[in-house]
């Protein structure tokens, strides 16, 4: 049992570590009780799927554009003060959301403005804190590491939903935004702690010549390519999320507790996949793991639209259907593998890049991971709109394994990539593996 349970090593070693993963849980959780709580509150106002799906579009700009140029900035600039400085932004954000809650404005626009907002801090919050953590723990302790970071978001996004639909259902928008306000406070005062960190290597000055030279790099990197296509298609194709508040409105019954309880599943299915994450470290073939991992997670969302598909409606008074557990089991299921994947992209990014091109490859990195969902809410949503919610998962899900094994086909060399030192496709940048900060 000991060798199954997650490694905690880097907690206990890196005391500035310990502070982030502190901070970066708490306004996780903010951020997932948002994202539901806007998602409600723009169907309530609009009444349209599509509309919720919009919602991940408006956002999808911002992270393309900020999130290559902030990988640029993270790279030029000491990454604590980029860290601190975008989670204050993040703060004043989520103060607007609570004072347009609490004024009742009802204006879709302006909730579409403060996401825009939130989602161009987060594309350079996200790639400074990835960057950092090669310098907090060194590259051995990176799987560990991140499937600590698994582990955080998959509480972030059961608590945060849960706590989110709790909230609207109680004591309505305004109260829930407010609770994201304290959490985020919170955050910034651990994040302040953090000791200074400078990139190391040649320092390029934010710009266009240095994002450029980023994607350059990529370029020559097929394997960390890879990560970004696949994780594209799993997203794109396959994220249900987008389709909860239809299926707790009309389908499965429940309303916004429906919604919570089904978005806290993924987030569930995360948990379990970080606490048991002991074997992950041993695991070499990272490639092949990727690549299971996202048929996995297809395979589950299609079986999510299989069972929406079967469930007769609301019942009566309002409550939800007993088809809500197997749909949140589904969803369990579905994030297990997600994390999973996740656990072993995030290592091979980290791990074959140089300390100075971190922040410019992490920034790739967050367009994809946070981007691909974003234009899934809008495929799904609309896909929603044309054939049933039911539909769009099962579409969505088998679209997903498909192609993932077509790429397995075009690209063997990722499947066949080995992390071991001298194996296929191993890159690693020896001087991360020297220089762990540990603090005090």
């Known amino acids: 049992m000991p ?79 980029v860290v601190v400085a975008t989670a204050a932004g993040l703060l004043v954000v989520s103060l607007g959301l609570a004072a347009q809650a609490f004024a009742g404005v009802e204006d879709v626009r302006l909730l579409y403005v403060l996401v825009a907002v939130q989602n161009g801090l987060f594309a350079i919050n996200s790639p400074a804190r990835s960057a950092i953590v090669p310098r907090l723990v060194g590259l051995p302790l990176l799987p560990a590491a991140n499937a600590l970071a698994s582990l955080s978001g998959g509480i972030s996004m059961t608590v945060g939903p849960l706590l989110g639909g709790v909230l609207v259902g109680w004591a309505g928008y305004g109260p829930a935004y ?11 005062t651990t994040l302040v702690a953090l000791p200074p960190l400078p990139p190391e290597g040649v320092v390029r000055r934010a710009g266009l ?3 450029l030279e980023g994607l350059r790099h990529l370029r020559g990197e097929p394997v960390v390519r890879g990560t970004f296509v696949v ?6 194709l396959a994220m249900p999320r987008v389709l909860f508040p239809a299926i707790g409105a009309v389908l499965i019954g429940g309303g916004a507790t429906t919604v919570g309880v089904l978005t806290a599943g993924i987030a569930a299915g995360s948990i379990l996949a970080g606490v048991f994450s002991g074997p992950l470290g041993r695991v070499h073939r990272q490639g092949t793991a990727v690549l299971v991992s996202v048929v996995g997670w297809g395979l589950s969302v299609a079986a999510f639209g299989v069972v929406v598909a079967l469930a007769p409606g609301p019942v009566p008074g309002g409550g939800a259907h007993w088809t809500l557990w197997p749909a949140t089991a589904c969803m369990v299921l579905a994030g297990t593998f997600d ?28 367009v994809v991971v946070a981007g691909g969902p974003r234009l899934g809410d809008a495929v799904l949503g609309g896909l929603g709109a044309a054939v049933g919610e039911a539909g769009a998962a099962l579409a969505g899900g088998l679209a997903c394994v498909v192609g993932v094994l077509l790429f397995t086909l075009a690209q063997p060399a990722f499947r066949a990539y080995d992390a071991r030192p001298g194996a296929a496709g191993h890159g690693v940048e020896r001087g991360a593996e020297r220089g762990v900060e540990r603090g005090a």
């Open 178 to 188: 407010a609770v994201e306000v304290v959490m985020l406070g919170v955050a910034l």
């Open 3 to 81: 060798q199954l349970l997650m490694d905690l090593t880097p907690l206990r070693i890196s005391a500035p570590y310990r502070r982030m993963w502190v901070g970066t849980s708490l306004s996780g959780i903010g951020t997932a009780l948002t994202t539901v709580v806007v998602g409600l509150q723009v169907y309530d106002i609009t009444g349209s799927t599509a509309s919720v799906g919009l919602v991940g579009l408006v956002g999808f700009l911002p992270l393309v554009l900020l999130g290559l140029y902030g990988g640029a900035v993270v790279d030029a600039h000491d990454r604590r003060t």
């Open 231 to 236: 994780d594209l298609t799993a997203m794109v």
């Open 209 to 211: 010549r240095s994002v």
């Open 339 to 366: 994390t999973v994947s996740a656990v072993f992209r995030t290592t091979i990014l980290q791990a074959a890049t140089p300390d100075a091109l971190r922040g410019r490859l992490q920034g790739v990195f967050i």
